[in-house]
T-cell receptor
Framework: GENVEQHPSTLSVQEGDSAVIKCTYS??????FPWYKQELGKGPQLIID?????GEKKDQRIAVTLNKTAKHFSLHITETQPEDSAVYFC????????????FGRGTSLIVHP | GAVVSQHPSWVICKSGTSVKIECRSL??????MFWYRQFPKQSLMLMAT?????????EQGVEKDKFLINHASLTLSTLTVTSAHPEDSSFYIC?????????????FGPGTRLTVT
């Protein structure tokens, strides 16, 4: 089955800095890669996603890049703010009827004011 | 759009009793719902997948007689933890999807904190 590795497990940055979280996946058939933000005591919230036919996607301060050849994808957050502090999960899944995602272990992002 | 609610948000029950958790898609029809369990500082562990009107498909190692899942309508799925024990204490999260409308996206509920004493 699919295996998703996520690094780092913890990331501490100063407000205004950029943050990068990286994930690798093992199944070359995976074609959908969402990123979720989970605040303490809440459910995950989809913040951005990318499909395998696209190499990069951007939404304001958040961007995701995908390298299908190397089987890795990354989340980039620019101009970080304290409210960006949360746990971020990457995931990978195959489309069609079998789209159950495999999640990474999560990255705890701490943005210091 | 794409809002999923869960009820209750937290529950405390005594060992040996059963607890029911509801998951509702508020503004869309969820053809598929997922139930996850999450331990502190860990990732989400998929427990089961349910399609409306069908029996749930449980992941390996999840006791289907202990975690009863019912997906009776396109907007409601329930998870019942039967004969709860302290080791069942966890954060339970549901998610919902509708491939015809949202393609691959899943939308998560806010979670339910279960504490078994």
């Amino acid at each position: 089955g699919e295996n998703v590795e996520q690094h780092p497990s913890t990331l501490s940055v100063q407000e205004g800095d950029s943050a990068v979280i990286k994930c690798t996946y093992s199944d070359s058939a995976s074609n959908y890669f969402p990123w979720y933000k989970q605040e303490l005591g809440k459910g995950p919230q989809l913040i951005i996603d990318i499909r395998s036919n696209v190499g990069e996607k951007k939404d304001q301060r958040i961007a995701v890049t995908l390298n299908k050849t190397a089987k890795h994808f990354s989340l980039h957050i620019t101009e970080t703010q304290p409210e960006d502090s949360a746990v971020y999960f990457c995931a990978a899944s195959k489309g069609g009827g079998s789209y159950i995602p495999t999640f990474g272990r999560g990255t705890s992002l701490i943005v210091h004011p | 759009g794409a809002v999923v609610s869960q009820h209750p948000s937290w529950v405390i029950c005594k060992s040996g009793t059963s607890v029911k958790i509801e998951c509702r898609s508020l503004d869309f029809q969820a053809t598929t719902m997922f139930w996850y369990r999450q331990f502190p500082k860990q990732s989400l562990m998929l427990m089961a997948t349910s399609n409306e009107g069908s029996k749930a498909t449980y992941e390996q190692g999840v006791e289907k007689d202990k975690f009863l899942i019912n997906h009776a309508s396109l907007t409601l799925s329930t998870l019942t933890v039967t004969s709860a024990h302290p080791e069942d204490s966890s954060f339970y999260i549901c998610s919902a999807s509708n491939p015809g409308r949202f393609s691959y996206e899943q939308y998560f509920g806010p979670g339910t904190r279960l504490t078994v004493t």
